[in-house]
């Protein structure tokens, strides 16, 4: 087969270099965006006179009949033809004959794969950001049923203060809602178009790059052609968004794995996101938030290695940019698929109220209240946060908690105390009490619950 670069070589590659050489095992995926570009660009051609148009006609109406014989599977592409790119042109040469070489007119591979690229990187933005809605809405309307869902809150892994189901589950809600941001704030900056950039210093024709940008739903075109091919920050930037939606998938499975075993019991995952052992009957493994606890490592490790293959680029196109498809794309796959598994599983998991609620009351999780009650009672706090250290080191002595200690023990340490303490310490005032903004309160998590269901009609009633 001859290359359609081939004009200044005089032997045809070698078979193992070809294969090295080519992309067209993975970048094949972007045959939609690279045909919907190759339009746009033919229909310009055609617009601005740098070809007849009916040559333009000719073109688009070719690709159209291409794009959808692809979709049914009618045709095969060609290793040797390297890319989608060339793919697509082959075979529409083969269709239309000369007309269809004029395609490439004012265009470089450089400037086409970067405009697939951004293409493929805005679909995909939009479509993670819509399973990321549907995880903070599972989220919100679990958060509903459990304001009142008593379990302890974790400081160093040790039981530090007690909190509500509910307000556990809303610190995710903003750290997704925080990576919905980034994403849109990533989308901005992958919507510009980098066609007419040419190989690296534009062409000599008369294009219009306003025309293309617009007909292929960009916000506008590259300010410099060099730049505009030569640059893959915009994948960067979508490897570090989607490393970060990983990182909080990956702390939520570690806690449910915790909370999923017998030490903790707090819930029961559904038997459909579980699996068993192949030699212990007894077991129920939480191996779906482990795998994804484990793809967080994968996505990382695509994250620096975009980082590290552009860190050395000379301006302005290099051919180790091709390695950046096979990152992203597996990025955006495995984000994909553990979104939705992530969503169903947390839908689906059984909350165990009663064994939150006992390990809340053990720990010493009102002790931060019970100081709070002497600084109220006229102490100084540093001098609470003494008289309580001197009752929790007595409790631990003595196998009770605060809860259980008669007054006379409480006054044995300090005077000050008298029946009124009991109530400030019981878990259920502990979180009763905490009416600041933001806290664990029955009412702050209603008002911030509500917060993110008017945050969410106004994300759905968007694209971006």
């Known amino acids: ?206 294009l219009d790059r306003a025309f293309v940008a617009e007909q292929l739903g960009f916000a506008g075109f590259s300010q410099n052609s060099m730049d505009g091919v030569s640059d893959r920050d915009f994948c960067v930037e979508l490897a570090s968004c989607l490393s970060m939606v990983m990182m909080h998938l990956s702390r939520f499975c570690e806690e449910i794995i915790l909370w999923s075993s017998h030490e903790f019991r707090f819930i029961e995952l559904d038997d459909a996101y579980a699996t068993g052992s192949s030699i212990m009957p007894q077991k129920k493994n939480p191996d779906m938030a482990e795998l994804i606890r484990g793809k967080t490592g994968r996505v990382y490790g695509h994250l620096m290695g975009l980082l590290t293959t552009m860190k050395g680029l000379p301006l302005a196109y290099n051919k180790d940019m091709q390695e950046d498809k096979e990152a992203i794309f597996d990025t955006i796959d495995t984000v994909k698929m553990c979104l939705p598994v992530f969503t169903n599983m947390i839908a689906t998991m059984q909350v165990r109220k009663e064994n939150m609620l006992q390990a809340a009351k053990g720990g010493f999780t009102n002790a931060t209240d019970a100081a709070d009650w002497l600084v109220k009672q006229g102490v100084p706090f540093r001098d609470a946060h003494a008289i309580i250290g001197q009752l929790v080191l007595y409790c631990i002595e003595h196998h009770t908690n605060l809860d259980d200690l008669s007054l006379e023990e409480y006054q044995a340490i300090s005077p000050v105390f008298n029946e009124s303490v009991y109530d400030a310490i019981s878990v259920e005032q502990c979180v009763k009490a905490r009416k600041v903004p933001g806290g664990p309160a029955k009412e702050m998590t209603e008002a911030g619950i509500a917060l993110n269901d008017a945050w969410l009609k106004e994300q759905e009633a968007k694209e971006i």
């Open 1 to 206: 087969m001859s290359k359609l670069w081939g004009g200044r070589f005089t032997k045809q590659t070698d078979r193992f270099t070809d294969h090295f050489h080519s992309s067209i095992s993975f970048d094949s995926r972007m045959y939609r965006e690279d045909i919907t570009g190759s339009m746009a660009h033919a229909k310009m051609l055609g617009k601005q006179g740098i070809i007849s148009q009916e040559d333009a006609d000719t073109i688009v109406s070719a690709l159209t009949e291409i794009l959808a014989d692809i979709e049914a599977g009618k045709v095969t592409f060609d290793e040797q033809a390297e890319d989608i790119h060339m793919n697509v042109e082959t075979i529409l040469i083969q269709r239309i004959g000369d007309v269809g070489k004029r395609l490439h007119t004012g265009r470089s591979r450089n400037d086409q794969v970067a405009l697939d690229t951004r293409m493929y990187a805005k679909k995909e933005i939009i479509a993670i950001r819509k399973l990321l809605l549907n995880l903070i809405q599972e989220l919100n309307e679990l958060a509903k049923v459990h304001t009142q869902t008593i379990l302890p809150g974790y400081t160093h892994l040790q039981r530090a203060q007690p909190v509500t189901l509910a307000h556990h589950l809303l610190a995710y809600v903003e750290m997704f809602k925080r990576d919905m941001g980034r994403l849109s704030d990533c989308y901005g900056r992958t919507n510009i178009c980098p066609l007419g950039s040419g190989a690296l210093a534009t062409t000599t024709y008369p």
